[in-house]
């Protein structure tokens, strides 16, 4: 067994490169079994096995810099580097983070959850490097998929306009989560497919120099000449006329030309594009064999590949999803869009009952916001799916495009809440503190999958302006779904428990949480009033004036921020027309809440029954107490 000894990459180095190929071999073995029990992104490291060999093998981490985009792709990396004893913890709380971690090993030297970024860090790192004269290595690892990012475009522009000295790894492997969409996965296509254009753009030049008497200056003069060839016979064009010297396409397993060509990229001056060619999933057969299933996947037999998945209510991204149709088989104007996540997003059914009506731009949230403002100007109903995290990466879009022209555009914000294992990179807490001081803009949140579709038809009646709502990671709590689905005043609030002088104004999922609170509050003799606070934009003004005015105690619960939402509205509202009132919020504190299960999660962030039980007793009975001094003085 060779992986036992591989602590640091300093020992991957002492062995003979002919061991390479059985150590990629025991590393893939490693991550199916240790996955089978932990979940995680399976395909995707499976795929950079020798990749991430051969470059530790040829490079010296940490002095040089590796940089994954995204960082899902990192698990060979962090097993080369010390952390293979602590996989049994991966994607748990308290364990191993599931990407790129800085404060897990030095090796780690760029952390990220979301794409395209990697080509922008490295150019800042290689500018760092020079300015304070070093001379490292900097390499940034970034898949096609990322490649769609328009922040990637940016950077490759700024690479090659500087012509600093660093590498970048194009891992074409024809997927980001979902099947790659656009003109540069068509173009990367029509590069895998001419594997003979090295030799060719070599033969000519060759040719042009073995000419007698005029050849040497011929092959000086000849560029243009040269130039028009390399139009029809290189199909890494595009990367050269960025400024990039291109290498490839490369086999993404073949670890001793990989270690060649990473030693050619090292020779020469100025940024070079070596392009690997690998396959998502590599060397287990349900993985290889449906690589989006396996992008990230649950607990499953290795034998079968059946995943472990407990059974339950649909999730609410499945009921948003299935709306959607139902809706949509009414009314002709819905369109919906996503950004690379038609899986993730419950739209997979969607595409194939309305393959003309579903949109997926790629990963390119900003484009996708823009488009939808514009086909609502010209009367659709498009209906922008996106995880709450990466809704965050079009907030220009949102305000500027969207909300400035009141465009009637519908946000269907999944994963809004904590998302469990995928960790801080992924959570979902920031939307409502982001999207309701916008003008225009509506939103809102149901307690339950049913709530849920009556919002779904509420956003697409509504005509005057964005209204969005958002939706949590979890499974629906399996209430009946009414067939006949009908508008919500919009504002509207809904007091779903009767009690007497305290209240809790809770939102989606805290709802339970807070019906939880108000049993465990009824041994203490306190009734109190839960209010469903569907409404994060507007808020119930009237259901608020109320609250005040009868001098009720408030407690405010939320699955989000507490800087910048609901709770915060609340307060503002009070403030602004110079009403007391006594409010106490509970929400996600100031700090980024790492990986483990949601309920972990809410556990750290006190969002639980017992603690808003507690708070609500302490307004309550701090209350009581004050009563009872001012009748003792009086």
């Known amino acids: 067994m060779l992986l036992p000894q591989i602590k640091q990459p300093g020992d991957l180095k002492s062995l003979p490169a002919e061991q390479l190929v059985p150590l990629a071999q025991e590393i893939r073995q490693f991550l199916i079994e240790k996955l089978s029990t932990t979940g995680g992104h399976l395909a995707s490291n499976l795929g950079v096995v020798e990749l991430t060999l051969a470059l530790h093998y040829c490079y010296n981490s940490p002095q040089d810099k590796f940089i994954f985009d995204v960082g899902h792709q990192a698990y060979v990396h962090k097993i080369l580097t010390g952390r293979q004893d602590r996989f049994d913890t991966l994607r748990k709380y308290k364990g191993l983070c599931g990407f790129v971690k800085r404060n897990e090993s030095e090796h780690d030297v760029w952390e990220a959850g979301h794409?395209?970024?990697?080509?922008?860090?490295?150019?800042?790192?290689?500018?760092?490097?020079?300015?304070?004269?070093?001379?490292?290595?900097?390499?940034?690892?970034?898949?096609?998929?990322?490649?769609?990012?328009?922040?990637?475009?940016?950077?490759?522009?700024?690479?090659?306009?500087?012509?600093?000295?660093?590498?970048?790894?194009?891992?074409?492997?024809?997927?980001?989560?979902?099947?790659?969409?656009?003109?540069?996965?068509?173009?990367?296509?029509?590069?895998?497919?001419?594997?003979?254009?090295?030799?060719?753009?070599?033969?000519?030049?060759?040719?042009?120099?073995?000419?007698?008497?005029?050849?040497?200056?011929?092959?000086?003069?000849?560029?243009?000449?040269?130039?028009?060839?390399?139009?029809?016979?290189?199909?890494?064009?595009?990367?050269?006329?960025?400024?990039?010297?291109?290498?490839?396409?490369?086999?993404?397993?073949?670890?001793?030309?990989?270690?060649?060509?990473?030693?050619?990229?090292?020779?020469?001056?100025?940024?070079?594009?070596?392009?690997?060619?690998?396959?998502k999933g590599k060397g287990y057969k349900p993985a290889e064999a449906d690589?989006?299933?396996?992008?990230?996947?649950?607990?499953?037999?290795?034998?079968?590949?059946?995943?472990?998945?407990?059974?339950?209510?649909?999730?609410?991204?499945?009921?948003?999803?299935?709306?959607?149709?139902?809706?949509?088989?009414?009314?002709?104007?819905?369109?919906?869009?996503?950004?690379?996540?038609?899986?993730?997003?419950?739209?997979?059914?969607?595409?194939?009952?309305?393959?003309?009506?579903?949109?997926?731009?790629?990963?390119?949230?900003?484009?996708?916001?823009?488009?939808?403002?514009?086909?609502?100007?010209?009367?659709?109903?498009?209906?922008?799916?996106?995880?709450?995290?990466?809704?965050?990466?079009?907030?220009d879009q949102i305000v500027h495009d969207i909300c400035r022209h009141n465009a009637n555009v519908i946000f269907a914000i999944d994963r809004a809440g904590f998302v469990g294992a995928d960790g801080e990179t992924h959570q979902g807490v920031y939307d409502i503190a982001f999207l309701r001081h916008i003008p225009n803009m509506v939103l809102m949140m149901p307690k339950d999958e049913n709530e849920l579709r009556h919002m779904m038809k509420t956003s697409l009646d509504y005509d005057q302006g964005p209204i969005g709502f958002r939706y949590p990671r979890v499974n629906g709590l399996g209430v009946p779904l009414d067939t006949e689905l009908k508008n919500i005043p919009i504002g509207s609030w809904e007091t779903i428990r009767e009690g007497d002088n305290c209240a809790i104004l809770a939102v989606g999922t805290m709802v339970q949480t807070a019906m939880a609170a108000a049993e465990l509050l009824k041994s203490s003799g306190i009734q109190a009033t839960v209010v469903n606070a569907r409404f994060l934009k507007p808020l119930d003004e009237k259901m608020l004036t109320d609250l005040a005015e009868r001098g009720v105690k408030m407690l405010v619960m939320e699955e989000a921020s507490q800087a910048g939402g609901l709770g915060g509205a609340v307060l503002e509202f009070y403030a602004s027309r110079g009403i007391h009132a006594e409010v106490r919020i509970l929400g996600v504190p100031d700090c980024f809440i790492e990986h483990g299960s949601i309920k972990e999660q809410q556990q750290e962030s006190g969002l639980t029954a017992e603690h808003a039980a507690d708070l609500v007793r302490e307004a309550v009975n701090g209350s009581r107490l004050a009563a009872l001094k001012s009748g003792l003085t009086s």
Not at 331 to 347: H, K, Q, Y
């Open 115 to 279: 794409s395209s970024t990697s080509l922008s860090a490295a150019m800042g790192m290689a500018m760092a490097r020079d300015l304070k004269g070093e001379d490292n290595k900097v390499v940034a690892i970034i898949g096609d998929g990322a490649l769609t990012g328009g922040m990637a475009f940016e950077a490759l522009n700024h690479i090659g306009h500087e012509q600093k000295n660093l590498l970048v790894v194009l891992n074409d492997n024809e997927m980001s989560i979902a099947p790659n969409v656009g003109a540069m996965h068509n173009y990367l296509s029509r590069v895998r497919s001419d594997r003979h254009y090295l030799r060719a753009k070599d033969d000519v030049e060759s040719l042009i120099k073995k000419i007698p008497a005029i050849g040497g200056t011929l092959a000086r003069t000849a560029e243009k000449v040269k130039d028009s060839l390399k139009y029809m016979m290189v199909p890494g064009v595009l990367f050269e006329e960025l400024g990039f010297k291109y290498i490839g396409p490369v086999d993404g397993h073949d670890l001793p030309k990989l270690m060649e060509t990473f030693r050619q990229s090292d020779n020469i001056e100025g940024p070079v594009l070596v392009h690997v060619v690998t396959t």
């Open 291 to 395: 690589s989006h299933k396996w992008h990230g996947i649950s607990p499953y037999k290795i034998e079968s590949g059946q995943t472990f998945k407990a059974a339950g209510n649909p999730m609410y991204t499945e009921v948003f999803g299935s709306t959607l149709i139902e809706l949509a088989e009414q009314d002709e104007r819905i369109v919906a869009v996503t950004p690379a996540m038609p899986g993730g997003s419950g739209l997979m059914a969607f595409a194939e009952r309305f393959p003309k009506r579903m949109i997926d731009v790629g990963i390119a949230e900003q484009h996708a916001a823009t488009l939808c403002a514009a086909m609502a100007m010209e009367g659709m109903k498009p209906v922008f799916a996106v995880y709450s995290t990466f809704m965050q990466r079009a907030y």
